[in-house]
């Protein structure tokens, strides 16, 4: 191959060979030291990697030795896909024989017969003439203004509706109220001994008057002997017309 000749400008140009090439030896030794300095750092100073080796594989047997195995067996057996996909049940013995009976065919409630505790029936006048009524002079009130068969009333009940009474005074109306008001009812807790130990308003009458005057009557009676240590029940005062003061006539 000839050389070029003097002075002629080639399309590719070699460099000329100046030396020895300093900036590609430093280049390798630096990344040998780099990387030599890394392998002290991880092998030296750094303590080795400590691994846990794998535990040994294990084969549990589900067995029915214990109530627990037996529970679980019975479980799987139950939750049995197979017996959700068999499409062939077995029909029940005489499924088609069975009658039709409608719901209404028999009674399901027993009908409400009349209360256990009857108030006592209400007393009507005697029947008189159309104009016998006309001709007679007006009835003159009592003085007192009270009407016969409306006196107060007190009603136990709860456990204490048949239990009898030994002592039983009548009310002491200290207080008359000026207008009809609704019924008293107390929460009562009697002891063996028939005394009357607890007494609570459970219901107030809408006159604190009277519902002291029930509280305090409560204290002075006393019921039959049992051997339960405390009897709860309910005492109602239907107040009457002995409750209320008698409204003076004006002249």
Known sequence: MKAPAAGTVLTFSTPEDNGFPYILFLCVLGSFLAHAGTFFLFQVVYPQRVTIPQPAPRVSLLT???????????????????????????????????????????????????PAEQSKGVRFPRAVERLSAADSPAPVAAASGRTPGLETSIRYSGALAGRPLEKNPAIAFDYRAAAPAESTTVLLGVTDQGEVHFAVLEQSSGDPALDDLALAHLRHISFAPVPAPVTWGFATFSWGTDAYAVASKSP
Do not use: H, K
């Not at 197979?82 to 009674?107: H, I, K, T």
């Open 64 to 114: 029915p030795s214990s109530p627990e195995n037996v529970a679980m067996l019975r479980w799987i057996e139950a939750e049995d896909p197979a017996l959700v996909a068999n499409d062939n049940p077995a029909a029940p013995p005489g499924l088609v024989g069975v009658q039709y009976r409608p719901s209404f065919a028999s009674p399901r409630t027993a009908p409400l017969g009349a």
